[in-house]
């Protein structure tokens, strides 16, 4: 797909991964709606977005709700005079032991990370159609493809996204609309900054920025799927498939510091 003209709208795109997409989007000729509940957040983006030359306005909205979703698609509806892209990014993680986590906490991840994506995709597929030559990104997490523990119900719901991502993919296929995953391993975002896990329990984070340039390869090659974590990350993949209770046995071996390292982390 030939990135320059399109019309781009990003959830959760602000801030993070969401925000380093649009700038390396945007310098191949995108453009650009950005969306974030903050208001204040969002205008920062957005000029920072203008100062380096973009194309982009921002909407202000929570997209785990109804309203939210309906003032999303039609400020970028009215922006952008179509829809030839649409990004689900935004993301919310609270970790932590599941009998710990309260029950809002729970569903904040299950509204946020899936069933407003999913939703957002429906409502967003009459315009994508549209113009024959649409695409839909979802960016899951790496949590999808090996789940760790405390983290039960976002494993669940990024596991989601990605299964919802394959069937959508094969559903649309042959109706001019494409269907990305995209699975982040751990990345430096505003997101990740209460998660207290180290090297010593395998945890590292990766540039937003690199992230963002492999979501842009994999839109420009319309690819299935988007992998970051480099070989080790693709090993554990490898073992969890084969052998899971060797990457149980891991998990046990660490686990006592892994949760305190993880317990604190709460982006919701």
């Given amino acids: 797909m030939d ?22 989007l945007a310098a191949r000729g995108a453009r650009l709606v950005v969306t974030g509940r903050r208001p204040g957040v969002v205008d920062t983006a957005v000029d920072a977005l203008r100062a380096s030359g973009a194309d982009v306005s921002g909407v202000s909205a929570d997209v785990s709700t109804e309203q939210g979703r309906s003032t999303t698609l039609s400020g970028a509806m009215s922006a952008l005079g179509g829809l030839d892209i649409l990004l689900n990014n935004a993301g919310a993680v609270r970790a932590g032991r599941l009998d710990e986590i309260r029950e809002d906490e729970i569903r904040a991840m299950i509204e946020v990370d899936l069933v407003a994506p999913i939703l ?14 649409g695409m839909v990104v979802n960016v899951t997490s790496a949590i999808a493809l090996v789940a760790l523990p405390f983290y039960a119900t976002y494993a669940a719901v990024k596991a989601g996204l990605a299964s919802f991502g394959e069937s959508l993919r094969r559903e649309l296929n042959g109706d001019g609309v494409h269907v990305l995953t995209v699975y982040p391993s751990g990345t430096d975002t505003p997101m990740m900054a209460t998660n207290r896990a180290g090297s010593d329990v395998g945890f590292a984070l990766e540039p937003a920025e690199a992230v963002a340039t492999a979501i842009v390869d994999g839109i ?25 209770r060797a990457v149980d046995a891991r998990f046990l071996a660490i686990k006592a510091v892994f949760e305190q390292g993880v317990k604190s982390h709460d982006a919701l």
């Fill in 120 to 133: 957002l995709t429906r409502a967003a597929l009459p315009a994508l159609r549209a113009e024959g030559g």
């Fill in 220 to 244: 420009e090659k319309e690819a299935i799927s988007v992998v970051r974590g480099g070989p080790d990350r693709q090993a554990l993949i490898d073992l969890n498939r084969g052998d899971p």
């Fill in 3 to 24: 990135i320059e003209g399109k019309r781009i709208l990003i959830t959760g795109g602000s801030s993070g991964i969401g925000l380093a997409t649009a700038h390396a």
